[in-house]
């Protein structure tokens, strides 16, 4: 069955430096996306990704994130100088069509120290 | 807030027994989705519910959509040790282009 995968599944990183997080969505999905979840809340939306470009963000996508398809197959979500609140878990996930069934990673634990 | 939200927040059960968790949104939707997750794990869809749909059933889950009262609920039959998880729903709003908006979810723990 095809999965999403996300690297590397822990990343611990130090106040202020840029993190990638990394995703390979299923590859005829269209529609792609950043969830993150603080732990033990809500799973909140940040982005989708569409025609190769992004398509929503939300308030907390800010001048911080950024999400890029480099070569058509991994999926990348960036954050360029981490805060101590960034620390959560981020969920890549795919869908063929606009908010039909999606497809979640196992997600990368962020730890900002 | 379009936030959909569950309640019960945590429900504990014996094996064997039925879980209901429901939900509860606020305006018109496409569709609406149930889904679950493991401690630590990403989430794992189980079914989706479209709006013109009432009822729907997959293996030991029963998912039904009232749009009048704008709620939902999730029937686990015969719970089993291995459905202890989280569950979340997530709606799908008719309006513009909102992304699937997820509730706070259900702590469910079956206990063997």
């Known amino acids: 069955e095809p999965e999403v995968t996300q690297t590397p599944s822990h990343q611990v990183t130090q106040m202020g430096q840029e993190v990638i997080l990394r995703c390979v969505p299923i590859?005829?999905?269209?529609?792609f996306y950043w969830y993150r979840q603080i732990l033990g809340q809500k799973v909140e939306f940040l982005v989708s990704?569409?025609?190769?470009?992004?398509?929503?963000k939300s308030e907390i996508f800010d001048d911080q994130f950024s999400v890029e398809r480099p070569d058509g197959s991994n999926f990348t979500l960036k954050i360029r100088s981490t805060k101590l609140e960034d620390s959560a878990m981020y969920f890549c996930?795919?869908?063929?069509?606009?908010?039909?069934?999606?497809?979640f990673g196992q997600g990368t634990r962020l730890t900002v120290v | 807030s379009q936030q959909g939200e569950e309640d019960p927040q945590a429900l504990s059960i014996q094996e064997g027994e039925n879980a209901t968790m429901n939900c509860s949104y606020k305006?018109?939707?496409?569709?609406l989705q149930w889904y679950r997750q493991n401690s630590g794990r990403g989430l794992v869809h189980l079914i989706l519910?479209?709006?013109?749909?009432r009822e729907k059933h997959s293996g030991r889950l029963r998912v039904t959509l009232d749009t009048s009262k704008k709620s939902s609920s999730l029937l686990i039959t015969a719970s089993r040790a291995a459905d202890t998880a989280s569950y979340f729903c997530?709606?799908?709003?008719?309006?513009?282009?909102?992304?699937?908006?997820f509730g706070k979810g259900t702590r469910l723990s079956v206990i063997a």
């Open positions: 996930a795919s869908s063929d069509y606009w908010n039909t069934e999606a497809f």
């Open positions: 590859s005829n999905h269209l529609y």
């Open positions: 990704f569409y025609n190769n470009e992004i398509s929503e």
């Open positions: 305006t018109s939707i496409n569709n």
């Open positions: 519910i479209r709006s013109n749909e």
């Open positions: 997530a709606t799908a709003y008719a309006s513009g282009n909102t992304p699937l908006v």
